[in-house]
């Protein structure tokens, strides 16, 4: 360094030229040299994309409508007559309920015989008349109303023996059997009266 007042050189950091004692004011100190911050360079993250996973639209799957079965309708012969059809259209199980009716009342018509023969019961002898009579339509007509009779007559019966003899008699019977029997034939008439209007037969058996 060189001093202030004379310009001697002098040594770095005197306080007083030692050549004409003038003062030296202390140097400003230098500011340390600092390396400047880099700023550090962050390479960007690179996020992929997220693909959206395109779903194919479902479609309705087309249900083919259920078509019924056809059914060829039975056309009958032509020009039958009731026992005819009766016979072909009414099942066997059905036919039984009939004839066991018309059994029933032929039955109960023999059993009134010793009654009017024995004990010259009146009643006995109105019972053999309605029953064989009703019994024996029954059999050649096949009708509703023969079977229906006697199971109304069965039934007046059947009450008058509960509250006379406070038993069941034997007429309940009858009662059953009957009701089957005037069911079956109301079905076949009724069919019956189609056939004679579209010529059709029943699809099953009645």
């Known amino acids: 360094m060189f001093c202030t007042k004379c310009g001697q050189q002098i040594v770095d950091g005197s306080a007083f030229c030692p050549l004409c004692g003038a003062p030296q004011a202390a140097p400003a100190p230098q500011p340390a040299y600092q390396q400047p911050v880099q700023p550090q360079y962050q390479q960007p993250q690179y996020q992929q994309p997220v693909q959206t996973v395109y779903q194919q639209p479902v479609q309705p799957q087309y249900q083919q409508p259920v078509q019924p079965p056809y059914q060829q309708p039975v056309y009958a012969p032509q020009g039958l007559d009731w026992k005819n059809f009766y016979n072909q259209c009414v099942s066997k199980k ?36 309605v029953y064989t009579i009703l019994g024996a339509l029954l059999l050649a007509t096949k009708h509703w109303v023969f079977a229906l009779l006697p199971t109304l007559y069965s039934a007046v019966w059947t009450v008058y023996g509960m509250v006379a003899t406070e038993g069941a008699p034997s007429g309940i019977v009858a009662l059953i ?17 189609e056939y004679k209007t579209t010529g059709r037969f029943p699809e099953q058996q009645i």
Do not use: H, Q, R
């Not at 009017?116 to 053999?128: G, H, K, R, S, T």
């Open 94 to 129: 059905s036919k039984g309920y009939v004839t066991w009716m018309a059994v029933i009342c032929f039955i109960t018509a023999a059993i009134s015989i010793p009654l009017m023969i024995v004990l010259e019961n009146n009643l006995a002898i109105m019972d053999i008349a």
């Open 177 to 193: 059997v009957g009701a089957s029997c005037v069911t079956v034939l109301m079905k076949a008439n009724k069919a019956y009266n």
